[in-house]
Nanobody, 127 residues
Framework: QVQLVESGGGLVQTGGSLRLSCAAS????????MGWFRQAPGKEREFVAA????????RYANSLKGRFTVSRENAKNTVYLQMNNLKPEDTAVYYC????????????????????WGQGTQVTISS
């Protein structure tokens, strides 16, 4: 089991940037692919981005390509989500999650395939 703690959320204006961090503990970090998801009020939790255990593979929600970048620093057991040109519709609670096993493109985007989740960090974009 992996313990995950997100940080870096906050309130920014439209067009601004934020970098979220997710610190992991309790397991071998490189054994896990890491995903970012978000949930806006009244909506389902949706996939944002994912990165493989060694960092060689990434996947993004199509609507977020070009604005969001996922990365990881395995020496620090930390995964990041850099978010640029933020829009009011990006307002949500952002969660990181860990998934073990093989990287499969159709699986990595599914929240049901992740066993361990952080508590979430609030991101609010003002117009």
């Amino acid at each position: 089991q992996v313990q995950l703690v997100e940080s870096g959320g906050g309130l920014v204006q439209t067009g601004g940037s934020l970098r979220l961090s997710c610190a992991a503990s309790g397991a071998i970090f490189t054994d896990y692919h890491m995903g970012w998801f978000r949930q806006a009020p009244g909506k389902e939790r949706e996939f944002v981005a994912a990165i493989s255990g060694r960092g060689g593979l990434t996947r993004y929600a199509n609507s977020l390509k070009g604005r969001f970048t996922v990365s990881r620093e395995n020496a620090k057991n930390t995964v990041y989500l850099q978010m640029n040109n933020l829009k009011p519709e990006d307002t949500a609670v952002y969660y990181c999650a860990a998934q073990a096993g093989a990287w499969i493109n159709s699986i990595i985007i599914r929240k049901e395939s992740y066993n361990d989740w952080g508590q979430g960090t609030q991101v609010t974009i003002s117009s």
